[in-house]
């Protein structure tokens, strides 16, 4: 460790010219110090005798100079090293061949302290020319920070002043009258000029000027994004300033160069880190822009756009104010001529405004409603309903919600309405629900009529279908057996016929006999037997058995759940349904294979008709079915209706369809 610390105490800058220098002196005085029979040169050898020397004490005294050179160029402690590689070199012949060694030693050691005294004084001379030199740095960095901070003050000043101008106003065209005020009195300059930029056209206008109404022509007036200096500027968003137009290639084809300008400096104005325009303050004379100015002027281009981007705000958001005023005023129109019965109440639902509309449905007054709640306009069995969505429109879990209710009039009197319920919201915060209640009462009864009407007619079908099955049964079938029997027991006697005339009857018989199959199939289509007899699965079984028998279609049945019997009339209406998909499969949909699913649930039954055929388009409706002539499923689908159910219909063009149907039990 020790030893470590003794090298990089001992360590000298080499690559420094000094050192060798040095090192070379000692070798030539060492060279002379041992070499006697070398004679001197005349000009030393008269120096030292005119000083009362031998050449040996002059030499030792020689050894001085490079000790304090070393102290000179590199210090006390490199001067202290080179007067030990001195002593180094003299005491051997001090001590070996001198012939008054004493004198010898004497004279070493004077020079060792000597020249060490000398390179120490030096030392202290480059110390206290450096700190005077550090004190003098120091001086002009402090001179430099007060100037800076000067400017700082006056150019925070001239912000101030300009923000003070420039926030005064919220009008665009005040603002850029200001700026370019402001610009061309702080940068005392002749005009100033400010380009906006125009992203439609991306191009920069003229937007504001001053001072250059004598000079000024039209092809300055909008400038190309990228074009010109100012163009370039708008694109890079870097300041530009130029002191000499007439040297500067940048402006050989600049329009500002055709006006005589000397000297410019140009300016982004941004606003959120976006050029939004630029700000040129120029001259005809010359006229050298500093730093400081660059900077002051670069601030003031900030603060423009800032003012700028905030009168566009003010004016977007008087332009939005507007908009709400007109579009309240019109909501308000609407809301107070609306046809349909429209009220708010807040969350503790208190009626908070309505329509003539509903005073005209409720037979309440404006007075009277306004004191009421909104439970009170509805029957006990509909509020919970209403209340479920309203819960689902505060969590967000819904938009809006349309359902039927009942709505209880003052007279105690009800009206069938059709409402929708939707949330209000004051920034971001649900605060009120607005109802709208459409009259549907006559509407209602005219379903309820149809529905009526439909049930009865669909009964009338089903009552004359099971009148012409069971007079097919009885009449029709009974004579075409008499009939075939009677082919075939003349046929079968053969007297007085011949062999062709044998066969003709035997054709009659077979003719006959295929009548009455496709009568008893009819029959058992108009009114299955078994469906009275053992219920709704057996029949369908059976009639899936039978069109897989005469279509060629593999049809599989399948039931889950737990098998339970329903009314006669719900039974008739699934087996129509099943029946009209699995004829529609057989007729149009070119199927190999099929299914046919029951599935009982609680309190549910489905059916599912599917295939692998090759599908069709669905219409956007149901209404659609039946103007593109599908008219078996649109009768599905009211058979569907009258059970209270629902049917849904899946298909796709080379994928097949799938008819479900979902009816309580």
């Excluded at 008269?46 to 160029?73: C, N, Q, W």
């Excluded at 000499?244 to 000397?262: H, M, W």
């Amino acid at each position: 460790m020790k030893y470590t610390s003794l090298i990089g105490w001992l360590r000298i800058d080499v690559k420094r010219p000094g050192f060798w220098i040095i090192l070379g002196i000692l070798a030539l005085l060492t060279f002379f110090h041992y070499g006697s029979q070398i004679e001197q040169p005349g000009f030393l050898a008269d120096l030292t005798s005119k000083l009362g020397l031998d050449r040996h004490a002059f030499e030792r005294i020689a050894f001085m100079v490079p000790i304090i050179y070393a102290g000179f160029l590199f210090g006390r402690r490199e001067s202290f090293i080179i007067s030990l590689v001195a002593l180094a070199c003299m005491l051997p012949r001090a001590v070996v061949f001198s012939p008054h060694p004493a004198d010898a030693l004497l004279e070493i050691g004077a020079v060792f302290i000597l020249a060490n005294t000398v390179a120490l004084s030096f030392d202290s001379l480059r110390k206290e020319r450096q700190q005077r030199t550090e004190l003098e740095w120091t001086g002009k960095a402090l001179e430099f920070q007060l100037r800076v901070v000067k400017d700082n003050e006056k150019r925070l000043a001239a912000l101030n002043q300009a923000s003070d101008i420039l926030y005064q106003s919220l009008e665009i065209e005040q603002i850029l009258d200001k700026a370019t005020e402001i610009a061309t009195n702080m940068m005392q300059v002749e005009a100033a000029l400010i380009y906006l930029v125009d992203e439609e056209a991306g191009e920069l206008s003229v937007a504001a000027r001053r001072g250059m109404s004598t000079w000024l022509t039209q092809d300055m007036d909008r400038v190309k994004i990228g074009e010109d200096i100012c163009g370039r500027v708008a694109q890079t968003g870097e300041p530009l300033y130029i002191e000499n137009a007439s040297q500067d290639p940048r402006l050989n084809r600049s329009v500002f160069n055709k006006k005589g300008v000397q000297s410019l400096m140009i300016v982004p104005l941004k606003s959120k880190g976006k050029v939004t325009g630029t700000l040129c303050v120029l001259t005809r004379s010359y006229r050298f822009f500093n730093e400081y100015e660059v900077e002051l002027l670069t601030a003031i281009g900030s603060q423009v756009g800032v003012a700028i981007e905030n009168a566009r705000l003010y004016e977007h958001q008087r332009e939005v104010a507007e908009q709400l005023r007109v579009s309240e005023e019109r909501y308000r129109e609407l809301f107070e001529n609306a046809h349909d019965a429209i009220w708010l109440h807040d969350l503790q639902e208190n009626i908070v405004a309505a329509n003539e509309a509903l005073v005209r449905l409720s037979g309440y007054s404006l007075g009277e409603l306004r004191d009421k709640k909104s439970s009170d306009l509805i029957a006990e069995g509909c509020l919970d309903r209403i209340k479920e969505t309203e819960d689902l429109l505060q969590r967000g879990e819904a938009i809006g919600h349309l359902s039927e209710v009942t709505l209880i009039k003052k007279d105690k009197s009800e009206a069938s309405v059709q409402l929708s319920t939707n949330p209000v919201l004051r920034d971001g915060q649900l605060v009120a629900f607005q109802h709208i209640a459409r009259d549907v009462t006559e509407e209602k009864l005219m379903r309820e009529n149809l529905s009526y009407y439909l049930g009865e007619l669909t009964k009338a079908q089903e009552e004359e279908r099971n009148r012409i099955a069971r007079e097919l049964h009885d009449d029709t079938i009974q004579a075409l057996v008499v009939l075939s029997r009677q082919l075939d027991n003349l046929a079968s006697s053969g007297k007085g016929f011949s062999k062709d005339k044998r066969a003709v009857l035997e054709n009659l018989w077979q003719q006959t006999t295929s009548v009455i199959q496709d009568v008893r199939r009819l029959s058992q289509d108009l009114r299955p037997p078994m469906l009275d007899r053992l219920g709704l699965l057996p029949a369908l079984e059976w009639l899936a058995s039978d069109v897989s028998r005469y279509s060629g279609i593999a049809i599989k049945p399948q039931v889950l759940g737990t098998e339970r019997r329903m009314p006669p009339e719900a039974e008739l209406m699934l087996f129509r349904i099943a029946q009209e998909a699995l004829r529609n499969m057989w007729r149009h949909s070119q199927a190999t294979e099929a299914e046919l699913i029951v599935e009982f649930e609680v309190g549910r039954i489905r059916i599912t008709v599917k295939d692998n055929g090759k599908g069709f388009d669905l219409p956007s409706s149901v209404g659609d079915l039946t103007r593109s002539g599908k008219l078996g499923l649109a009768g599905m689908q009211e058979r569907a209706r009258l059970l209270g159910g629902d049917i849904k219909i899946e298909s796709e063009p080379g994928k097949g369809t799938s008819i479900t149907v979902e009816a309580p039990i």
